[in-house]
């Protein structure tokens, strides 16, 4: 079976993806997925060639037949996410935004005017790229589930990774402890928090460290721009230190980064400091799958 390396953070903005970009330009025989299915990036620094495409199937909404409605107005006086409204036509419809998927309506209905219809909500993709085959996702505008579509991109990574024998799977995360998250480390060999040296930094990696643990996923941590404040640097790596979390590594500050990325390019190949850190993380990283 593959091994699982993922990459998440507390937040959005602290270096994830310019990690995992740098690590898939790296490390060999592997599929990688983006996860971040709320906003992939991935693809943007990878140039991905499109192989398969797939829609998905997000929550049930309702929907009402107007022609079996006796406006009774019991549905909306029910939802308590005011998602049904009447139109100007005095007709009752479903925002499809609002609604949750509960079936309330539909179970209240006396005239039986209520059904729930699935709804694509993202799609998935299956991309060659010229660091390996990447599975991918794009969650539509507005759109839930992406939990759901997660588990999706990584159930099909593993899918091809035991149909081809590729020893390894490298997972970009969603930012933050929400339900794409849990969706992410949940099966993980390992995963590398990249944190920053601020007290919201800090604070962050404390509520990833405790998601990592309630899932019994063992976690390393990373700071990045760790010399934009080296006391604060040295508060996290002794946080982690005490919460029995490796500390794999430090990548410097270099304007070259984000010159890097404006210019769609690999921090790895385009920023000699971040190479220098990367292969050092990337050898204790190896070390723990």
Known sequence: MSKELVIISGKGGTGKTTLTSS?????????????????????????????????????????????????????????????????????YYVDEVKCDSCELCKIACPAEAITMKEVYSGEWYESETPFGLMVHAKLYPGAENSGNLVTMVKHRAHVISEEQDIPYILVDGSPGIGCPVISTISGANFVVVVSEPTPAGLHDLERVKRLCDSFKVKSGVVVNKYDLNEEKTRQIEEFAKKEGMEVLGRIPFDECVPKAIVNLQIPYEACESVKRAVDEIYARVMEKL
Request: aromatic share 6%; proline share 4%; net charge positive.
């Open 23 to 91: 690590l898939a330009y790296v490390m060999k025989d592997k599929i990688i997925v983006d996860a971040d299915a709320d906003a992939a990036n991935m693809y943007i620094l990878t140039s991905p060639k499109l192989k398969h495409k797939e829609l998905f199937k997000g929550n049930p909404k309702a929907v009402i037949d107007v022609n079996k409605c006796v406006n009774c107005d019991l549905c909306r006086k029910l939802c308590r996410f005011d998602a049904i409204h009447i139109n100007p036509d005095g007709n």
